[in-house]
């Protein structure tokens, strides 16, 4: 009887595990995987939800909690937590010998974690490679590529932007995003979630809302305070109740948190309640009956696909990515924001895109996982 292959999966954010959720729940149910699962950066801090709490009460055991993240939210403490992150995976790599470890997405975290495998000559595998965004995250998702040995892109163009990189095509297997199956796993309503855990104002989500969540641009982020008060500025002027999920510890974000603290304040008759976090299962629904989607994250784009949510895009945070029609991208300035988002107020829900992919995508990729072959050197395909 073979041995079990032994994989060590990387949760680094919130994000992070709401994504890889369906993948890791075949795996642990798999008698052909033995499953390792490290938590680390936001995942263990308070302020952003303490997502690693998340991942025990869903039944997954959790080998190593490794804090990595430094305050203060500004470009040379996301250089020194990638660093923190390298020396500290490296201890916890060698001390597990993994057969294959296995990343998602672009954070800042995952490229330091992704160094200390590779260097430690072990075989890297990367789910959501090849996507074109904007900031600093497309650098790092693209130095992630370089250093994988595996990869899982969530798109066809995302497969072809792998194999221009010099990727073997063997190698690349494009299969969609977890999220599809993250979408389809989702059975609750709104009236089924509890909202007691934010701050502000009592809401009713039989009513209309907003769902917002505006993330700091790294390359901009001394504009990032000025950016969310256009922001807020004009979910005042729309006058529609408004559940907002705080920002990620990227730079610039003191000055998002301070910007949303100051509205709360000065605001109190906007009915406007924030959250650190949800369960990806509370978190799609109160997506998919959302009238409109603002802000800036990817899962405005990637998750709000699925659904066909109507997304207003506020800046530059995703320049580049593929978007179904649902999405209309708008600088961050108030006066233009409320316009496109009453342009999508009236429109209402659009058709539901196949961009990302299909359910069932989890179980094709464990399947191809399981099948892999471990090697370390790799090789630049010239073409």
């Not at 004009?234 to 529609?240: L, T």
């Not at 320049?319 to 496109?340: Q, W, Y």
Request: net charge positive.
């Amino acid at each position: 009887m073979n041995k079990p292959i032994k994989i060590s999966a990387v949760l680094v954010d919130r994000a992070n595990y709401g994504r890889l959720k369906p993948v890791l729940n075949i795996m642990r149910n798999d008698s052909g995987v033995e499953l390792n699962l490290v938590c680390t950066g936001t995942m263990l801090l308070d302020r952003f939800g303490k997502a690693v709490d998340l991942v025990k009460n869903d039944g997954f055991g959790v080998s190593e909690e490794i804090y990595i993240e430094l305050e203060g939210s500004v470009p040379s403490t996301m250089a020194k937590s990638i660093g923190l992150a390298v020396i500290e995976l490296s201890n916890v790599f060698q001390k597990h010998s993994p057969d294959f470890v296995l990343l998602i997405g672009d954070r800042s975290e995952a490229l330091g974690v992704a160094i200390a495998a590779v260097y430690q000559n072990l075989c890297l595998i990367h789910i959501q490679g090849g996507e074109v965004t904007g900031s600093i995250d497309e650098s790092a998702r693209h130095a992630i590529t370089k250093l994988a040995h595996y990869h899982f892109p969530s798109t066809k163009q995302a497969e072809k932007n792998i194999v221009q990189m010099g990727e073997h095509k063997e190698c690349v297997f494009s299969y969609g995003c977890p999220s599809a199956d993250v979408v389809s796993n989702s059975k609750l309503t709104p009236s089924n979630i509890s909202l007691n855990m934010g701050v502000g104002s009592i809401l009713d989500l039989s009513k209309d809302y907003l769902l917002v969540l505006f993330h700091p641009v790294t390359t901009e982020c001394s504009s990032s305070e000025e950016q969310m008060i256009e922001l807020l500025g004009a979910i005042k002027k729309i006058n529609i109740q408004t559940i907002l999920i705080w920002p990620n510890i990227d730079a610039g974000s003191d000055g998002i948190s301070q910007a949303i603290r100051r509205f709360r304040e000065d605001n109190k008759h906007v009915k406007l309640r924030a959250y650190k976090n949800f369960e990806p299962e509370e978190y799609i629904p109160l997506l998919d009956n959302a009238v409109c989607a603002i802000g800036n994250s990817s899962s405005f784009i990637r998750d709000a696909s699925f659904l066909g949510v109507p997304v207003v895009l506020v800046g530059s945070r995703q320049d580049g990515r593929e978007c179904s029609d649902a999405v209309i991208r708008v600088k961050p300035k108030k006066e233009e924001i409320v316009k496109k988002v009453k342009v999508q107020l009236k429109h209402g829900k659009y058709k539901r895109s196949n961009l990302y992919g299909q359910e069932g995508v989890s179980i094709r990729i464990v399947k191809q996982i399981k099948n892999l072959k471990k090697y370390t050197q790799k090789r630049l395909v010239v073409r």
